[in-house]
Protein backbone atom coordinates (compact mmCIF):
# COMPACT_ATOMS: atom_id res chain seq x y z
CA UNK A 1 0.00 0.00 0.00
CA UNK A 2 1.45 3.17 -0.99
CA UNK A 3 2.10 5.83 1.86
CA UNK A 4 1.89 9.35 1.23
CA UNK A 5 2.92 11.95 3.95
CA UNK A 6 1.30 15.32 4.39
CA UNK A 7 4.76 17.12 3.53
CA UNK A 8 4.56 14.98 0.05
CA UNK A 9 1.39 16.74 -0.56
CA UNK A 10 2.02 20.37 0.53
CA UNK A 11 5.40 21.12 -0.71
CA UNK A 12 7.14 24.42 -0.55
CA UNK A 13 8.86 25.21 -3.98
CA UNK A 14 8.92 28.53 -6.38
CA UNK A 15 5.96 28.89 -8.95
CA UNK A 16 4.43 28.98 -11.37
CA UNK A 17 4.03 25.42 -11.57
CA UNK A 18 4.56 22.11 -9.91
CA UNK A 19 4.12 19.60 -12.42
CA UNK A 20 5.75 21.88 -15.24
CA UNK A 21 8.12 24.09 -13.06
CA UNK A 22 8.57 21.89 -9.67
CA UNK A 23 8.65 18.87 -10.73
CA UNK A 24 11.14 19.04 -13.88
CA UNK A 25 13.23 21.06 -11.16
CA UNK A 26 13.26 18.13 -9.14
CA UNK A 27 14.26 15.94 -12.35
CA UNK A 28 17.58 17.84 -13.03
CA UNK A 29 18.18 17.57 -9.29
CA UNK A 30 17.94 13.79 -9.88
CA UNK A 31 19.79 13.89 -12.76
CA UNK A 32 22.48 15.62 -11.39
CA UNK A 33 22.88 12.98 -8.92
CA UNK A 34 22.83 9.92 -11.27
CA UNK A 35 25.68 11.82 -12.64
CA UNK A 36 27.60 11.85 -9.18
CA UNK A 37 26.54 8.04 -8.83
CA UNK A 38 28.05 7.15 -12.30
CA UNK A 39 31.25 8.49 -11.61
CA UNK A 40 30.21 10.70 -14.93
CA UNK A 41 29.78 14.36 -13.36
CA UNK A 42 33.29 15.43 -13.86
CA UNK A 43 33.33 14.34 -17.76
CA UNK A 44 30.27 16.12 -18.89
CA UNK A 45 30.90 18.55 -21.77
CA UNK A 46 27.03 19.46 -22.45
CA UNK A 47 23.44 18.88 -21.22
CA UNK A 48 20.51 18.64 -23.62
CA UNK A 49 16.92 18.42 -22.16
CA UNK A 50 14.36 16.98 -24.27
CA UNK A 51 10.37 18.41 -23.31
CA UNK A 52 7.61 15.73 -24.31
CA UNK A 53 3.67 16.48 -24.64
CA UNK A 54 2.19 18.97 -22.09
CA UNK A 55 5.89 20.07 -20.75
CA UNK A 56 6.79 21.34 -24.52
CA UNK A 57 3.01 22.34 -25.36
CA UNK A 58 2.94 24.78 -22.67
CA UNK A 59 6.73 24.88 -21.39
CA UNK A 60 7.37 28.23 -22.11
CA UNK A 61 3.92 29.59 -20.16
CA UNK A 62 5.03 27.49 -17.09
CA UNK A 63 8.95 28.51 -17.04
CA UNK A 64 9.61 24.84 -17.46
CA UNK A 65 12.69 25.73 -19.52
CA UNK A 66 13.96 28.13 -16.68
CA UNK A 67 13.26 25.25 -14.11
CA UNK A 68 15.23 22.62 -15.96
CA UNK A 69 18.35 25.00 -15.59
CA UNK A 70 17.84 26.23 -12.21
CA UNK A 71 18.04 22.04 -11.12
CA UNK A 72 21.19 22.08 -13.47
CA UNK A 73 23.06 24.30 -11.59
CA UNK A 74 21.69 22.17 -8.14
CA UNK A 75 19.60 25.37 -6.77
CA UNK A 76 17.14 23.95 -4.64
CA UNK A 77 13.17 25.71 -5.21
CA UNK A 78 12.29 25.36 -1.18
CA UNK A 79 15.53 27.84 -0.28
CA UNK A 80 16.80 29.35 -3.26
CA UNK A 81 16.37 33.20 -2.89
CA UNK A 82 13.62 34.43 -4.80
CA UNK A 83 15.44 37.70 -6.13
CA UNK A 84 18.55 35.54 -7.31
CA UNK A 85 16.37 34.14 -10.41
CA UNK A 86 16.65 36.29 -12.95
CA UNK A 87 20.34 37.09 -13.05
CA UNK A 88 21.18 33.29 -13.06
CA UNK A 89 18.72 32.63 -15.93
CA UNK A 90 19.70 35.70 -17.58
CA UNK A 91 23.22 34.73 -17.16
CA UNK A 92 22.81 31.35 -18.70
CA UNK A 93 21.00 32.97 -21.79
CA UNK A 94 23.62 35.66 -22.03
CA UNK A 95 27.21 34.07 -21.76
CA UNK A 96 25.78 30.47 -22.97
CA UNK A 97 27.55 28.66 -20.14
CA UNK A 98 25.76 26.82 -17.04
CA UNK A 99 27.27 26.40 -13.48
CA UNK A 100 26.64 22.80 -13.36
CA UNK A 101 25.52 22.21 -9.44
CA UNK A 102 27.24 25.00 -8.76
CA UNK A 103 30.62 23.26 -9.33
CA UNK A 104 31.82 23.31 -12.79
CA UNK A 105 30.88 24.97 -15.93
CA UNK A 106 29.91 23.64 -19.13
CA UNK A 107 28.56 25.58 -22.15
CA UNK A 108 24.82 25.49 -22.49
CA UNK A 109 22.86 27.35 -24.87
CA UNK A 110 19.35 27.31 -24.16
CA UNK A 111 17.85 27.60 -27.51
CA UNK A 112 19.32 24.40 -28.63
CA UNK A 113 19.75 22.74 -25.66
CA UNK A 114 16.36 22.46 -24.75
CA UNK A 115 14.49 20.78 -27.61
CA UNK A 116 10.04 20.84 -27.23
CA UNK A 117 9.05 17.69 -28.82
CA UNK A 118 5.36 18.23 -29.25
CA UNK A 119 4.61 14.58 -29.25
CA UNK A 120 3.99 12.45 -25.94
CA UNK A 121 5.92 10.04 -24.50
CA UNK A 122 3.52 6.75 -23.77
CA UNK A 123 3.22 6.87 -20.02
CA UNK A 124 2.33 10.32 -18.89
CA UNK A 125 1.57 13.52 -20.39
CA UNK A 126 4.42 15.44 -18.67
CA UNK A 127 7.83 13.56 -20.28
CA UNK A 128 11.44 14.63 -20.05
CA UNK A 129 14.36 13.46 -21.14
CA UNK A 130 17.77 14.43 -20.01
CA UNK A 131 21.49 13.68 -21.80
CA UNK A 132 24.97 14.68 -21.12
CA UNK A 133 27.66 14.42 -23.57
CA UNK A 134 30.87 13.05 -21.64
CA UNK A 135 33.01 12.80 -25.24
CA UNK A 136 32.39 9.77 -27.00
CA UNK A 137 29.98 8.83 -24.22
CA UNK A 138 26.66 9.90 -23.04
CA UNK A 139 24.31 9.31 -20.31
CA UNK A 140 20.23 9.58 -20.87
CA UNK A 141 17.77 9.72 -18.13
CA UNK A 142 13.42 9.96 -18.46
CA UNK A 143 11.40 11.13 -16.13
CA UNK A 144 7.83 12.22 -15.93
CA UNK A 145 6.16 15.29 -14.06
CA UNK A 146 2.93 13.31 -12.27
CA UNK A 147 1.60 16.46 -10.93
CA UNK A 148 2.15 18.26 -7.53
CA UNK A 149 5.56 18.25 -7.46
CA UNK A 150 6.32 14.57 -7.96
CA UNK A 151 8.53 12.63 -10.43
CA UNK A 152 9.54 9.11 -11.29
CA UNK A 153 11.58 7.62 -13.84
CA UNK A 154 10.34 5.70 -17.15
CA UNK A 155 11.69 2.51 -15.83
CA UNK A 156 9.04 2.88 -12.78
CA UNK A 157 6.09 3.51 -15.40
CA UNK A 158 3.87 0.03 -14.49
CA UNK A 159 1.55 3.29 -13.10
CA UNK A 160 2.29 6.52 -13.84
CA UNK A 161 0.27 7.45 -10.75
CA UNK A 162 2.04 5.09 -8.23
CA UNK A 163 5.38 6.10 -6.19
CA UNK A 164 7.22 3.50 -4.26
CA UNK A 165 6.29 2.96 -0.81
CA UNK A 166 7.81 5.24 1.22
CA UNK A 167 7.31 4.00 5.05
CA UNK A 168 5.04 2.05 6.44
CA UNK A 169 2.01 3.71 8.70
CA UNK A 170 -0.06 2.27 11.52
CA UNK A 171 -2.77 2.97 9.98
CA UNK A 172 -2.28 2.32 5.66
CA UNK A 173 -5.11 4.42 3.96
CA UNK A 174 -5.83 4.51 0.03
CA UNK A 175 -9.46 4.65 0.36
CA UNK A 176 -11.55 6.85 2.06
CA UNK A 177 -13.82 4.38 3.50
CA UNK A 178 -10.33 2.85 5.12
CA UNK A 179 -9.61 6.35 6.34
CA UNK A 180 -13.14 6.64 8.33
CA UNK A 181 -13.15 3.01 9.52
CA UNK A 182 -9.61 3.42 11.54
CA UNK A 183 -11.85 6.81 12.67
CA UNK A 184 -14.04 4.80 13.86
CA UNK A 185 -12.33 2.03 15.09
CA UNK A 186 -9.95 4.39 17.08
CA UNK A 187 -12.25 6.82 18.56
CA UNK A 188 -10.07 9.39 16.80
CA UNK A 189 -10.50 12.55 14.35
CA UNK A 190 -9.61 12.32 10.90
CA UNK A 191 -6.21 14.67 11.69
CA UNK A 192 -5.51 12.49 14.69
CA UNK A 193 -5.19 9.71 12.55
CA UNK A 194 -3.02 11.22 9.68
CA UNK A 195 -0.57 12.58 12.87
CA UNK A 196 -0.19 9.09 14.06
CA UNK A 197 0.90 8.16 10.32
CA UNK A 198 3.27 10.80 10.33
CA UNK A 199 4.70 10.37 13.83
CA UNK A 200 5.71 6.58 11.83
CA UNK A 201 8.13 8.68 9.72
CA UNK A 202 9.09 11.41 12.29
CA UNK A 203 9.15 13.10 15.87
CA UNK A 204 6.75 15.02 16.86
CA UNK A 205 8.65 17.91 16.81
CA UNK A 206 9.71 17.47 13.94
CA UNK A 207 6.22 17.29 12.61
CA UNK A 208 4.93 20.35 14.35
CA UNK A 209 7.80 22.16 13.19
CA UNK A 210 7.36 21.57 9.38
CA UNK A 211 3.47 21.95 9.57
CA UNK A 212 3.80 25.68 11.09
CA UNK A 213 6.97 25.99 8.79
CA UNK A 214 4.32 25.57 5.46
CA UNK A 215 1.45 27.98 6.85
CA UNK A 216 4.47 30.62 7.63
CA UNK A 217 5.31 30.23 3.92
CA UNK A 218 1.42 30.33 2.61
CA UNK A 219 0.66 33.43 5.45
CA UNK A 220 4.33 34.92 3.42
CA UNK A 221 2.78 34.04 0.24
CA UNK A 222 -0.60 36.12 0.93
CA UNK A 223 1.32 38.93 2.89
CA UNK A 224 3.24 39.63 -0.32
CA UNK A 225 0.62 39.27 -2.61
CA UNK A 226 -1.38 41.32 -1.14
CA UNK A 227 1.11 44.28 -1.10
CA UNK A 228 2.83 44.06 -4.69
CA UNK A 229 0.99 45.98 -7.50
CA UNK A 230 2.16 45.81 -11.26
CA UNK A 231 1.67 43.65 -13.94
CA UNK A 232 2.70 40.24 -14.08
CA UNK A 233 5.04 38.67 -16.10
CA UNK A 234 4.60 36.73 -19.50
CA UNK A 235 3.25 39.41 -22.01
CA UNK A 236 -0.52 38.79 -21.33
CA UNK A 237 -0.33 42.16 -19.11
CA UNK A 238 -2.79 40.54 -16.31
CA UNK A 239 -2.73 43.64 -13.40
CA UNK A 240 -2.51 42.54 -10.35
CA UNK A 241 -5.39 42.37 -8.14
CA UNK A 242 -5.17 41.31 -5.06
CA UNK A 243 -3.33 44.69 -4.27
CA UNK A 244 -5.91 46.98 -4.93
CA UNK A 245 -8.77 44.64 -3.06
CA UNK A 246 -6.57 44.48 0.02
CA UNK A 247 -6.10 48.32 0.23
CA UNK A 248 -10.30 48.88 -0.31
CA UNK A 249 -10.90 46.22 2.61
CA UNK A 250 -7.80 47.09 5.12
CA UNK A 251 -8.34 50.77 4.91
CA UNK A 252 -5.51 52.90 6.78
CA UNK A 253 -4.56 49.83 9.48
CA UNK A 254 -1.04 50.15 10.34
CA UNK A 255 0.44 46.90 10.94
CA UNK A 256 4.39 45.35 11.14
CA UNK A 257 3.84 42.15 11.04
CA UNK A 258 2.40 39.51 9.60
CA UNK A 259 0.48 38.51 13.26
CA UNK A 260 -0.30 42.06 12.95
CA UNK A 261 -1.74 42.04 9.33
CA UNK A 262 -3.76 39.31 10.68
CA UNK A 263 -5.03 41.27 14.19
CA UNK A 264 -5.69 44.15 11.44
CA UNK A 265 -7.96 41.82 9.78
CA UNK A 266 -9.93 40.65 12.02
CA UNK A 267 -11.00 44.20 12.62
CA UNK A 268 -12.15 44.96 9.65
CA UNK A 269 -16.30 44.35 9.03
CA UNK A 270 -17.19 40.65 8.22
CA UNK A 271 -21.01 41.29 6.08
CA UNK A 272 -21.39 38.85 3.56
CA UNK A 273 -19.56 40.28 0.60
CA UNK A 274 -16.75 41.80 2.49
CA UNK A 275 -15.82 38.01 3.62
CA UNK A 276 -16.61 37.04 -0.17
CA UNK A 277 -13.76 39.39 -1.04
CA UNK A 278 -11.36 38.58 1.92
CA UNK A 279 -10.92 34.73 0.84
CA UNK A 280 -10.99 36.18 -3.48
CA UNK A 281 -8.53 38.40 -1.66
CA UNK A 282 -6.34 35.77 -0.06
CA UNK A 283 -6.63 33.25 -3.20
CA UNK A 284 -5.85 36.01 -5.80
CA UNK A 285 -2.87 37.01 -3.44
CA UNK A 286 -1.04 34.13 -3.48
CA UNK A 287 -1.78 32.53 -7.18
CA UNK A 288 -0.25 35.87 -8.60
CA UNK A 289 3.04 35.36 -6.52
CA UNK A 290 2.54 31.75 -8.40
CA UNK A 291 2.26 33.58 -11.26
CA UNK A 292 5.21 35.90 -10.93
CA UNK A 293 7.41 32.81 -9.93
CA UNK A 294 7.44 33.17 -6.21
CA UNK A 295 7.78 30.77 -3.56
CA UNK A 296 4.48 29.07 -2.73
CA UNK A 297 3.04 25.47 -1.57
CA UNK A 298 1.95 23.26 -3.36
CA UNK A 299 -1.77 22.21 -2.30
CA UNK A 300 -1.64 20.02 -3.87
CA UNK A 301 -0.44 21.97 -6.62
CA UNK A 302 1.10 25.71 -7.51
CA UNK A 303 -1.86 26.10 -9.98
CA UNK A 304 -4.44 25.82 -7.12
CA UNK A 305 -1.71 26.74 -4.06
CA UNK A 306 -4.74 29.75 -3.40
CA UNK A 307 -7.36 27.53 -2.14
CA UNK A 308 -6.63 25.81 0.83
CA UNK A 309 -4.47 29.10 2.38
CA UNK A 310 -7.52 31.17 1.68
CA UNK A 311 -9.78 28.92 3.43
CA UNK A 312 -7.73 28.72 6.46
CA UNK A 313 -6.86 32.49 6.70
CA UNK A 314 -10.74 32.73 6.64
CA UNK A 315 -11.20 30.29 9.68
CA UNK A 316 -8.32 32.02 11.61
CA UNK A 317 -9.76 35.74 10.50
CA UNK A 318 -13.35 35.12 10.35
CA UNK A 319 -14.66 32.01 12.32
CA UNK A 320 -12.13 31.85 15.18
CA UNK A 321 -10.25 34.47 16.36
CA UNK A 322 -8.94 32.01 19.03
CA UNK A 323 -7.67 30.01 16.70
CA UNK A 324 -3.98 29.06 16.67
CA UNK A 325 -0.94 26.78 16.20
CA UNK A 326 -3.50 23.69 16.57
CA UNK A 327 -6.12 24.49 14.67
CA UNK A 328 -3.61 25.20 12.19
CA UNK A 329 -1.99 21.86 12.33
CA UNK A 330 -5.09 20.12 12.57
CA UNK A 331 -6.28 21.94 8.98
CA UNK A 332 -3.27 20.80 7.18
CA UNK A 333 -3.38 17.12 8.34
CA UNK A 334 -6.39 16.76 6.79
CA UNK A 335 -6.25 18.29 3.32
CA UNK A 336 -2.84 16.05 3.25
CA UNK A 337 -4.66 13.01 3.56
CA UNK A 338 -7.67 14.06 1.47
CA UNK A 339 -5.19 15.34 -0.93
CA UNK A 340 -3.23 12.22 -1.07
CA UNK A 341 -6.60 9.38 -1.32
CA UNK A 342 -7.26 11.75 -4.34
CA UNK A 343 -3.82 11.37 -5.58
CA UNK A 344 -3.90 7.66 -5.18
CA UNK A 345 -6.84 6.89 -6.91
CA UNK A 346 -7.05 9.52 -9.71
CA UNK A 347 -5.03 12.48 -10.59
CA UNK A 348 -3.61 15.42 -9.57
CA UNK A 349 -2.11 16.08 -12.62
CA UNK A 350 -4.23 18.72 -14.72
CA UNK A 351 -2.02 17.21 -18.24
CA UNK A 352 -3.57 13.84 -16.97
CA UNK A 353 -7.06 15.35 -15.76
CA UNK A 354 -7.49 18.73 -16.59
CA UNK A 355 -8.10 21.43 -13.34
CA UNK A 356 -10.94 19.26 -11.87
CA UNK A 357 -7.62 17.41 -10.95
CA UNK A 358 -6.04 20.64 -9.28
CA UNK A 359 -8.84 23.34 -8.33
CA UNK A 360 -10.97 20.45 -7.99
CA UNK A 361 -8.45 18.66 -5.57
CA UNK A 362 -7.63 21.32 -3.38
CA UNK A 363 -11.01 22.47 -3.08
CA UNK A 364 -11.93 19.10 -1.52
CA UNK A 365 -8.84 19.25 0.48
CA UNK A 366 -10.02 22.63 2.13
CA UNK A 367 -13.61 21.38 2.41
CA UNK A 368 -12.63 18.31 4.51
CA UNK A 369 -10.11 20.43 6.53
CA UNK A 370 -12.69 23.20 7.42
CA UNK A 371 -15.26 20.62 8.22
CA UNK A 372 -13.40 19.06 10.54
CA UNK A 373 -12.35 22.63 12.44
CA UNK A 374 -15.62 23.59 12.60
CA UNK A 375 -16.82 20.19 14.45
CA UNK A 376 -17.80 18.08 11.85
CA UNK A 377 -17.52 14.34 12.62
CA UNK A 378 -15.10 12.34 10.53
CA UNK A 379 -18.28 11.14 7.92
CA UNK A 380 -18.86 14.66 7.22
CA UNK A 381 -15.54 15.55 7.17
CA UNK A 382 -15.45 13.05 3.83
CA UNK A 383 -19.13 14.86 3.19
CA UNK A 384 -17.57 18.24 2.78
CA UNK A 385 -14.58 16.31 0.68
CA UNK A 386 -17.16 14.96 -1.91
CA UNK A 387 -19.22 17.90 -2.60
CA UNK A 388 -16.56 20.23 -3.05
CA UNK A 389 -15.14 17.88 -5.72
CA UNK A 390 -18.79 16.86 -7.03
CA UNK A 391 -19.16 20.39 -8.46
CA UNK A 392 -15.85 20.77 -10.08
CA UNK A 393 -16.21 17.60 -12.14
CA UNK A 394 -15.11 18.17 -15.22
CA UNK A 395 -13.26 21.20 -15.45
CA UNK A 396 -10.64 21.47 -18.16
CA UNK A 397 -7.22 23.00 -17.81
CA UNK A 398 -7.28 25.69 -20.74
CA UNK A 399 -4.26 28.11 -19.89
CA UNK A 400 -4.13 31.34 -22.21
CA UNK A 401 -0.89 31.16 -23.14
CA UNK A 402 0.09 28.18 -21.34
CA UNK A 403 0.49 30.59 -18.45
CA UNK A 404 -1.13 30.08 -15.17
CA UNK A 405 -2.52 33.31 -15.17
CA UNK A 406 -6.02 33.04 -16.79
CA UNK A 407 -8.26 31.10 -15.76
CA UNK A 408 -6.33 30.01 -13.18
CA UNK A 409 -5.70 32.41 -10.56
CA UNK A 410 -9.26 33.40 -10.70
CA UNK A 411 -9.94 29.75 -10.39
CA UNK A 412 -8.33 29.93 -6.95
CA UNK A 413 -10.72 31.94 -5.52
CA UNK A 414 -13.98 30.76 -6.68
CA UNK A 415 -12.80 26.99 -5.08
CA UNK A 416 -11.92 28.56 -1.84
CA UNK A 417 -15.46 29.47 -1.65
CA UNK A 418 -16.90 26.62 -2.81
CA UNK A 419 -15.33 24.67 -0.32
CA UNK A 420 -16.50 26.57 2.04
CA UNK A 421 -19.79 26.37 1.20
CA UNK A 422 -19.09 22.54 0.64
CA UNK A 423 -18.12 22.26 4.74
CA UNK A 424 -21.30 24.24 5.66
CA UNK A 425 -23.63 22.00 3.77
CA UNK A 426 -21.41 19.21 5.44
CA UNK A 427 -21.90 20.31 8.27
CA UNK A 428 -25.77 20.28 8.23
CA UNK A 429 -25.77 16.78 6.61
CA UNK A 430 -26.82 13.76 7.99
CA UNK A 431 -24.22 10.87 7.26
CA UNK A 432 -27.19 8.24 7.46
CA UNK A 433 -28.67 10.04 4.29
CA UNK A 434 -25.61 10.28 2.13
CA UNK A 435 -25.83 8.95 -1.52
CA UNK A 436 -22.27 10.16 -2.60
CA UNK A 437 -19.58 8.35 -0.56
CA UNK A 438 -16.17 10.17 -1.41
CA UNK A 439 -14.40 6.98 -3.08
CA UNK A 440 -17.29 7.37 -5.31
CA UNK A 441 -16.47 10.82 -6.59
CA UNK A 442 -13.07 9.84 -6.76
CA UNK A 443 -13.20 6.99 -9.15
CA UNK A 444 -15.81 9.09 -11.26
CA UNK A 445 -12.78 11.94 -11.31
CA UNK A 446 -10.54 9.37 -12.82
CA UNK A 447 -13.34 8.22 -15.11
CA UNK A 448 -13.72 11.76 -16.20
CA UNK A 449 -10.24 12.50 -16.85
CA UNK A 450 -9.28 9.43 -18.79
CA UNK A 451 -12.87 10.54 -21.01
CA UNK A 452 -11.81 13.95 -21.22
CA UNK A 453 -10.15 15.32 -25.20
CA UNK A 454 -6.38 16.12 -24.33
CA UNK A 455 -6.77 19.34 -25.91
CA UNK A 456 -8.47 20.16 -22.54
CA UNK A 457 -5.43 18.48 -20.37
CA UNK A 458 -3.13 21.48 -20.21
CA UNK A 459 -2.16 21.86 -23.87
CA UNK A 460 -3.57 25.22 -24.60
CA UNK A 461 -4.83 23.52 -27.50
CA UNK A 462 -8.76 24.30 -26.83
CA UNK A 463 -11.08 26.16 -24.85
CA UNK A 464 -10.10 29.82 -23.69
CA UNK A 465 -6.73 29.15 -24.67
CA UNK A 466 -7.66 29.16 -28.68
CA UNK A 467 -10.89 31.39 -28.17
CA UNK A 468 -9.10 34.36 -27.02
CA UNK A 469 -6.95 36.19 -29.41
CA UNK A 470 -3.17 36.68 -27.43
CA UNK A 471 -2.41 39.59 -29.91
CA UNK A 472 -5.98 41.37 -27.93
CA UNK A 473 -4.14 41.36 -25.06
Given amino acids: MECISVFDMLKIGVGPSSSHTLGPWRAAESFLKELHDQQ??????????????????????????????????????????????????????KNKVLFLDQQREISFDWIKDILFNKEFLPFHANGMSFTAFCGNQSYKATYYSIGGGFIIKEEQQENPEKEAVKGSFPYPIDLATELLAYCKEQQMSTSEIVYENEKSMRSEEEIDYQLLRIWDTMLECMYIGCHSEGILPGGLNVRRRAFDMHHKLIGDSVYNSHQEWITAIRKTKVYFREILKWVSCFALAVNEVNASLGRVVTAPTNGSAGVIPAVLMYYLVIENHKAGPKEIKQFLLVAGEIGSIFKKGATISAAMGGCQAEIGVSSAMAAAALCELMGGSPEQVQIAAEIAMEHHLGMTCDPIGGLVQIPC???????????INAAELALETDPLNVKVPLDKVVKTMWETAKDMNNKYKETSEGGLAVAVNLADC
Fill in 40 to 93: LFARVDRVQIDLYGSLSLTGIGHATDLAVMLGLTGADPETVPIHSLDPTIEGIK
Fill in 409 to 419: IERNTMGAIKA
